[in-house]
């Protein structure tokens, strides 16, 4: 092991970290690594139709490779830190490396969901450690004053992963098949493992803290079965539904767990989240925009890529392209959004994203089985301004007034908290849908009475179609004319599901409203801070 991750000391690697490009050769390699970590939270959504095709599986099922990879992600980021920490920053991402193309690779191979989702979870385990450690390495590596533009270009590599990640993920399937978006990390990966070994130094700091064991523990117990009961109860193996001793037994676990969680995380002395920077007002009230946003963004991710291509036959690729440009305006309006909020008050920009952001999702609560390319990629042009928009502003506010040896420790709060969010909003969404297709197919299978004249006269008109078309006599015809309705109900009553969870999303990204009101703005005037709050 410790020839793996350990550190090299030949005389070629000791010249290049002396070299004065030195930081930029460590930026490039952790862009790479960070590139590949977020890329597959986006690069997914496209082959979830293809998934569920071949392993014949349901919607409520399929969610959990997208909810495992971002729980898992979650759960390992606050911890991460320790880890580097201790066993060194170095041998941490490698780690993280070697976890997510290992754990890219099994997935490839899965013969069923259930080793799918297994898989994405040490999927995540990498990525919650790629993610944060080469966060911290850039910022060992770079000084405070070229830091910022370091960052920026780190940023880059993240960002541009939600336009290349769909339609990245639709060439490949399209051309291969969906095993393909889990082997191309593998290449990568490997390439990123070696020219860490080869350019990387290793790091470990001075200061020796314990590791808050029963707060990880308690954590991962409170989320994970939380989450399995918002998922599964309405799924089709759970007969007895919300009140099933199953679900009752998840949230009884949920609940001790929690509570456990937040009495040794306010005592601790070394907690892994520390809960008490929450009592800063503004970044506890942008953590709690954060994880709405969470709930209404990511939980409505995956519907789009299954509505163009169960609904309106999209291939994966033509799926993916419609969201292209959304992550080239994000990056277009972000600097923009950093202008005004170093002009003006940064509650500005961030209204303007969360009412472009609703809009965009208000927009698709009227989808149909005959909706038009311009309806499909006005609400994602919006989307990208409102993301633009809202982000930079949302995060400087919420970390200005952090004092500095906090700041790891809110910086990590805060994507923790956004993942959590996410993973939530892909469990309590994805069964909300379950629940809506239900619904409408109970309604129009009602509608469509069989003893109705209107009904007769439909299958009368169906079955010369088919008589006509490819032929047959007598019942057969009839059979298949009642099937195509039958057929016809169903997808619309999944369309309508889909509407429903879209117009849920929107009303939740509204709510992002309320705790923006109580932010408190400083306004700087002759070097003092004046507090505003509007």
């Not at 002009?343 to 089985?369: A, Q, R, W």
């Amino acid at each position: 092991m410790a020839g793996i991750f350990g550190n090299s000391s030949n005389g070629e690697l000791s010249r290049l970290q002396d070299h004065p490009s030195y930081r930029w050769f460590v930026l490039a390699n952790i862009m790479i690594g960070t590139f590949m970590a977020v890329l597959d939270i986006t690069i997914v959504n496209v082959g979830l139709p293809k998934m569920m095709a071949a392993f014949g599986t349901s919607v409520d099922k399929i969610e959990w490779v997208l909810t495992a990879y971002l729980l898992v992600f979650a759960v390992v980021l606050p911890s991460s830190g320790w880890i580097a920490d201790h066993w060194g920053h170095k041998r941490s991402y490698l780690l993280g490396l070697f976890l997510f193309t290992f754990g890219s690779f099994l997935c490839s191979l899965s013969a069923n969901e259930n080793m799918l989702i297994m898989f994405r979870v040490l999927q995540g385990a990498g990525a919650g450690f790629i993610m944060p450690v080469g966060m911290a390495i850039v910022t060992h590596e770079f000084p405070p004053e070229k830091r910022g533009m370091a960052l920026g270009f780190w940023g880059v590599a993240a960002s541009s992963s939600i336009s290349l990640g769909p339609m990245l993920g639709g060439y490949l399937i399209d051309s291969f098949s969906w095993h393909a978006i889990f082997d191309v990390n593998v290449p990568i990966g490997i390439f990123a493992m070696i020219t860490t070994l080869i350019i990387l130094r290793e790091y470990k700091t001075e200061s020796a803290r314990s590791f808050d064991l029963i707060g990880f523990i308690s954590m991962t117990l409170f989320l994970v079965f939380l989450l399995l009961a918002l998922s599964d109860g309405n799924a089709a193996w759970n007969t007895g539904g919300w009140t099933s001793n199953f679900i009752l037994t998840c949230f009884a676990i949920s609940f001790v767990s929690f509570i456990i969680f937040i009495t040794t995380e306010l005592t601790a002395k070394h907690p892994i989240l520390d809960l008490r920077i929450l009592k800063n007002r503004n970044f506890g009230l942008a953590n709690i925009m954060l994880f709405i946003f969470g709930l209404a963004f990511f939980g409505n991710a995956f519907l789009l890529p299954l509505f163009l291509q169960n609904s309106l036959g999209y291939t994966a690729l033509q799926a993916g392209l419609v969201f292209f440009p959304v992550g080239i305006i994000q990056a277009i309006m972000s600097p923009v959004a950093g202008w005004m909020t170093d002009k003006l008050n940064p509650k500005i920009p961030i209204t303007i994203g969360i009412v472009l952001t609703f809009l965009s999702m208000y927009l698709y609560k009227d989808l149909s089985l005959n909706t038009e390319y311009g309806s499909i990629m006005l609400p994602l042009i919006i989307r990208g301004f409102g993301l633009g928009f809202m982000f930079i502003p949302l995060s400087t506010i919420a970390i200005n007034d952090i004092p500095r040896e906090k700041m790891a420790q809110a910086t990590g709060m805060f994507n923790t908290i956004r993942q959590v969010g996410g993973s939530f909003g892909v469990a309590i969404l994805g069964t909300l849908l379950t629940r809506r297709i239900i619904f409408h197919t109970a309604m129009f299978s009602q509608a469509a009475d069989q003893s109705s004249t209107a009904f007769k006269h439909v299958v009368y008109g169906l079955r010369s179609f088919i008589q006509n078309s490819v032929g047959g006599s007598g019942n057969e015809l009839m059979m298949k004319a009642k099937g195509l309705i039958i057929q016809n109900i169903s997808a619309q009553a999944f369309v309508q599901g889909i509407d429903d969870d879209f117009f849920a999303g929107a009303m939740l990204t509204l709510l992002i409203l309320i705790p923006l009101v109580f932010l408190k703005f400083h306004k700087k005037k002759n070097g003092q801070k004046i507090e505003i709050a509007e």
